[in-house]
């Protein structure tokens, strides 16, 4: 294994002849929810509200920068019913997503997918919001990924009155699925329950990016969850400065 001596080392020569602190992207890091049949891919968002630098004693290595992962598409039928062993959805489809479910279920659901450190929950709404506008990488636009509902959203205007599958529209500037339309999803504040994004019986083009909405019928509410931890400095997660 290698020390700490050798690993600085490596990366001071990486960081060699640096004149602007540029660090490198973080976004493309991706782990995943797993069933027997797929991995559901979630993303790491920098929020970019704790960045900790040490230009001398370590090298320009960033060692602690503050986000969360999130799923990069809502829980599907498929993930819900792999780990909970039922599917209370009314439109029913492995890739569609869940729906039909409490508060209560949700987080019994996120502790069957939690192990040692890695503890899943819904979002916040600032966290949802965050993301549904895309980050630091966000573009302004007026739903999630574009300005115009059809390319990104399943609403009133296009779903024919049902839910679709995940992932089957264009992304955000953070390689997120559906955070405008097709099921309105579950986020917190403080101990209540608010739903976001708007959901396919919705005509979205009055709708503001990631704002929050009525109470929906319980066959329009659905997810994604998220896990919020800072990442230390260590060998598989190296920022350096060029």
Known sequence: MLSCKHIFLALMMASAGASMAQTMDLNHIE????????????????????????????YGVVYQIDGFWITCEEITQE????????????????????????????????????????????????????ACQGGLYSEGYRFSGSDNPKFVAWSAENSG?????????????LGLYDMSGNAAEMATQGDTVCFMGGCYRDKLRKSKVGSAGSKPAPECQGFRVVRREPLWFNIYYERVYK
Not at 33 to 44: D, H, N, P, Q
Not at 161 to 173: I, K, S
């Open 31 to 58: 782990s995943g929810l797993e069933t027997s049949k797929r991995t559901y891919r979630t993303k790491w968002v920098c929020t970019g509200d704790t960045l900790a630098v040490d230009t001398t004693a370590n």
């Open 161 to 173: 009155g049902r839910l679709h599958e995940t992932g089957r529209l264009v992304p955000n500037e």
């Open 79 to 130: 993930m819900w019913q792999f780990h909970m062993h039922n599917n209370p959805s009314k439109q029913q489809g492995p890739q569609l997503p869940v729906t039909n479910v409490s508060r209560s279920e949700v987080d019994t659901f996120c502790q069957k997918i939690s192990f040692h450190n890695e503890q899943w929950r819904l979002p916040t709404a600032e966290e949802f919001r965050f």
